[in-house]
């Protein structure tokens, strides 16, 4: 069974950092590209970044570059969301995917930039 | 980027309707595009991938059609577990985009 557990949330002060976690078990982790998405209280989904499944190649919405870092550990199976800069507008809720597209979600990890 | 609208935002529905929720490109987007199903509560589940392949334990009441420009996703025998929204997803071309989606709920 695929499992995508998050991990690391909560709340921050604008300007700090913190990095999500995403513990990913059931499917072989290396031989799949991976992302994150997040969502606003009440809002839609929105994409933040993906990683190739070697680490290779990253993407990334203009709103985070430069201020977010996606990457992984192939020997623990685990995915990262460094977050630098903190705004109050990246308070959501942080979702791991597997697969270039979605196939499978996590339980979604929450975080609240807020003085 | 591209956009995603989808249309209604939301609609009621009864038990044994048949649903049709549309999301337009605002580009060409061949048929790179999913659907999400994401109940109250809980995390997003993807029914479509690829406009319209169904996606394994999905029921075949959902059905995705469509390319470039114009997609559907159709529920042919709404039944109670099917209330949520639906999202549009394109991944043609990065940064990949969300429709605003479409919130289904029963009368």
């Known amino acids: 069974e695929v499992q995508l557990v998050e991990s690391g949330g909560g709340l921050v002060q604008p300007g700090r950092s913190m990095k999500l976690s995403c513990a990913a078990s059931?499917?072989?982790?290396?031989?799949?590209?991976m992302a994150w998405v997040c969502q606003a209280p009440k809002k839609g989904l929105e994409w933040v970044a993906t990683?190739?499944?070697?680490?290779?190649?990253?993407y990334y919405r203009d709103s985070v570059k430069g201020r977010f870092t996606i990457s992984r550990d192939n020997a623990k199976s685990t995915l990262y969301l460094q977050m630098d800069s903190l705004r109050s507008e990246d308070t959501a809720t942080y979702y791991c995917?597997?697969?270039?597209?979605?196939?499978?979600w996590g339980q979604g990890v929450m975080v609240t930039v807020s003085s | 980027n591209t956009v995603m609208t989808q249309s209604p935002t939301s609609m009621f529905t009864s038990v044994g309707d048949r649903v049709t929720m549309s999301c337009k490109a605002s580009?060409?987007?061949?048929?790179?595009v999913g659907w999400y199903q994401q109940k109250t509560g809980q995390s997003p589940k993807r029914l479509i991938y690829?406009?319209?392949n169904r996606d394994t334990g999905v029921p075949d009441r959902f059905t995705g059609s469509g390319s470039g420009t114009d997609f559907t996703l159709t529920i042919s025998n709404m039944q109670a577990e099917d209330p949520a929204i639906y999202y549009c997803?394109?991944?043609?071309?990065?940064?990949?985009?969300f429709g605003g989606g479409t919130k289904l709920e029963l009368k």
């Open positions: 995917a597997r697969g270039r597209y979605f196939r499978y």
């Open positions: 059931g499917f072989t982790f290396n031989n799949y590209d």
């Open positions: 990683i190739s499944y070697d680490g290779s190649s990253t």
């Open positions: 580009q060409n987007v061949g048929i790179n």
């Open positions: 690829w406009a319209s």
């Open positions: 997803l394109q991944h043609n071309s990065y940064p990949w985009t």
